[in-house]
């Protein structure tokens, strides 16, 4: 053998693509739907507080209820 191969033990890990949805109500309901890229082995809680976090950004505030939430595969 030639050449030589290193094993990179920092590599991150593999993102994996979401579909989700969060309905929430302030003063009108609203329904946000997007894709999430997401490292694998990421928690459904900390996924929930990211996108709740981009959902008050998108609405311009924080003051809102989620009335539901899903998070599943976009791959079928």
């Known amino acids: 053998m030639t050449g ?3 094993e990179n033990t920092s ?3 593999a ?3 979401f579909h989700w949805v969060m309905t929430v109500q302030a ?3 609203t ?3 997007n ?3 997401v490292p694998s082995g990421t928690s459904r809680s900390h996924v929930y507080s990211t996108l709740r976090a981009h959902a008050a ?3 311009g505030s924080s003051d809102f ?3 539901f939430f899903a998070l599943e595969p976009d791959r079928l």
């Open 65 to 67: 209820v989620v009335l």
């Open 35 to 37: 894709t999430a890229q």
């Open 57 to 59: 950004r998108e609405l």
């Open 4 to 6: 030589t191969t290193t």
């Open 31 to 33: 329904t946000l739907s």
């Open 27 to 29: 003063q009108t309901t």
């Open 11 to 13: 590599a991150a890990p």
């Open 15 to 17: 993102l994996v693509t």
